[in-house]
């Protein structure tokens, strides 16, 4: 596997009982299991919506969020696209289990272990060195010429717009093995702020870190929000983890970036040493400033303390801070509960010294779906998916009707989907709607393409609405705010998109990692609140070596040699 510019962000979770595994995965499937599927596979079967001659029927394990919000009597056992899927393609879904987060991985693993995987299942992104086993162990279908003969033109075009990079992690000796989840471009940290609070102090837009400064203490000072006197707080920051990688929520990275730092990711340097980005000197340069802010108040002083679910998103929605670092989708629509004035607007900031908006590109994949080898039809992994997403995106245009009134009333994809969490969409999807929701607000005309669905429309429209101000509810104010305002600024000529060296697991990670990982998390923590001094960061450094950080090290750059 040796792919310098691929960045799977991998953290591996169960692998001993894979292990173990190995040597019993392979037995024949039981009685009354997929063996049961004998359909031949004639030329109209092998074909991305064609309807088998017989019942297939094929057991899966999805992954569910934990409130699916569940109406209508819908299950993700029981509800009208599993109907269609049954009517259309002559496929019956049986949901085996499902499950979330960690409980799925260890249902995941005992199965494995008992060989008695589902016919069709989730492989969650972090367990990436897991599906390697799987592959090493011959356990799931070869899916390579299935693809060419059975993907869906929507499939295959939004895999293409990844040039290949999403595909490449699963195609083992040139045998694809799963197909992934879409890991979307674009899904960067940026900058968010009151703009209302902003317009009210005659505000600008910041561009630097001191910039940014200036903007907090303004905010802490003037209390625009009127919160009284000392009761308005810096930026929210997350107490879980504040420095990370891609997408880390209420995290600091952009501070980092902007200095040339890139905590928590194997990176090259200009002479192809690779080294890990925690260690690296413009990290301490990046402390040295999160820890000022902080003694300075420009930081919520109490961050430590909300670890709770939503507790560092309520500072934002009851109005107490006005300032985060979150992706283009994070902007809190409750807050216009609280304040239908409300707005919060997106800043690329802060910019390095040659103005330019550092952060890093995604994984090339995210969650992994896969078919059982002993599985008599491995094509039904295509022909939902295509059938699913066909539907859902409004490309078939009866049964986009069928679901999408459920969509609307608050049934998850995740619960609806026999594949769960599981997505398809561009690379550059983000990006393109927001020009396409922009055009539509700006000039009243949608300049659609063939990649625009009726979800694309749908969501440029509910942007269109809230600005007409023909709808200001929830739904319409984040579709304005993620559509229209954060859309447009994540491909302008100051971004400057960086990829990580490397970002798979190597083979002593589960062993040294959870040690050092936490060694990582504390030294953030200690020295941003003021509990260690600046200079316990080069201890830090010693440290991580030590405890198995030249390891890991070594390990890969043997793998990009």
């Not at 079967?45 to 019942?55: H, I, Q, R």
């Not at 192809?272 to 990290?283: D, F, M, N």
């Not at 802010?293 to 919520?300: E, V």
């Not at 003021?530 to 316990?536: I, R, S, V």
Request: net charge negative; with cysteine; charged share 25%.
């Amino acid at each position: 596997m040796k792919n310098k510019k691929s960045c799977l962000l991998i953290l591996l979770l169960i692998v001993s009982m894979v292990l173990s595994a190995c040597g019993t995965s392979n037995s024949k499937p039981k009685d009354n299991e997929s063996d049961k599927n004998t359909v031949t596979q004639d030329s109209e079967a092998m074909t991305p919506l064609g309807k088998y001659p017989e019942m297939v029927t094929i057991n899966v394990a999805k992954t569910i969020a934990a409130n699916p919000n569940l109406v209508d009597g819908q299950t993700p056992e029981d509800n009208i696209l599993l109907d269609w899927i049954r009517n259309e393609l002559n496929v019956d879904v049986k949901v085996a289990w499902q499950a979330e987060g960690s409980e799925y991985n260890n249902k995941l693993s005992l199965n494995i272990a008992a060989g008695a995987l589902p016919d069709m299942f989730i492989i969650p992104a972090e367990n990436y060195l897991t599906f390697r086993q799987m592959v090493d162990n011959d356990l799931l279908a070869d899916l390579t010429d299935i693809y060419d003969k059975c993907a869906g033109e929507y499939m295959k075009s939004t895999y293409e717009s990844y040039n290949g990079k999403n595909l490449e992690p699963l195609t083992i000796d040139g045998k694809l093995r799963a197909i992934s989840s879409a890991s979307l471009g674009y899904g960067h940290n940026i900058l968010w702020l009151r703009k209302d609070w902003m317009d009210k102090l005659g505000l600008e837009e910041p561009k630097t870190i001191e910039d940014l400064k200036h903007v907090l203490k303004e905010f802490i000072d003037k209390d625009p929000g009127n919160n009284g006197a000392g009761n308005t707080v810096g930026l929210a920051l997350s107490a879980v983890k504040p420095v990370g990688g891609y997408a880390n929520q209420y995290g600091a990275e952009p501070i980092f970036h902007s200095l040339g730092a890139y905590p928590a990711q194997w990176m090259q340097d200009e002479n192809g040493k690779i080294y890990y980005g925690s260690t690296a000197p413009e990290v301490k340069e990046g402390l040295k400033v999160l820890r000022e802010m902080y003694s300075d108040g420009l930081i919520d002083k109490q961050f430590l303390t909300r670890l709770g679910t939503g507790e560092t998103e309520a500072l934002l929605t009851s109005g107490l801070s006005g300032a985060y670092f979150g992706p283009w989708w994070s902007v809190p629509g409750d807050i216009i509960k609280t304040d239908p004035n409300a707005e919060f607007i997106p800043v690329n900031a802060p910019l390095d010294a040659n103005g330019k908006f550092n952060h890093l590109n995604p994984s090339p994949t995210g969650d992994l779906l896969a078919i059982n080898k002993n599985f008599k039809n491995p094509e039904a992994l295509f022909k939902i998916v295509n059938l699913s997403f066909d539907m859902y995106r409004g490309f078939n245009v009866e049964g986009n009707k069928a679901i999408q009134p459920l969509i609307d009333k608050g049934i998850s994809r995740v619960a609806l989907f026999p594949t769960g969490n599981f997505n398809i969409d561009y690379y550059d999807v983000v990006p393109k709607l927001g020009k396409l929701t922009k055009g539509l607000i700006e000039t009243g005309e949608l300049h659609e393409d063939e990649t625009t669905s009726d979800y694309d429309r749908a969501q440029a429209q509910y942007a269109k609405d809230y600005v007409d101000g023909v709808n200001k509810d929830k739904n319409h104010f984040k579709a304005y705010e993620r559509r229209y305002l954060s859309s447009n600024i994540l491909d302008t000529p100051e971004n400057n998109p960086v990829d990580a060296a490397y970002c798979y697991t190597t083979e002593s990670s589960a062993r040294l990692k959870p040690t050092l990982d936490k060694l990582e998390d504390q030294m953030f923590l200690q020295i941003i609140i003021g509990e260690k001094p600046l200079d316990y960061f080069d201890e830090f450094v010693e440290q991580w070596y030590k405890l198995g950080g030249d390891v890991l090290t070594k390990e890969v750059e043997d793998i990009l040699k």
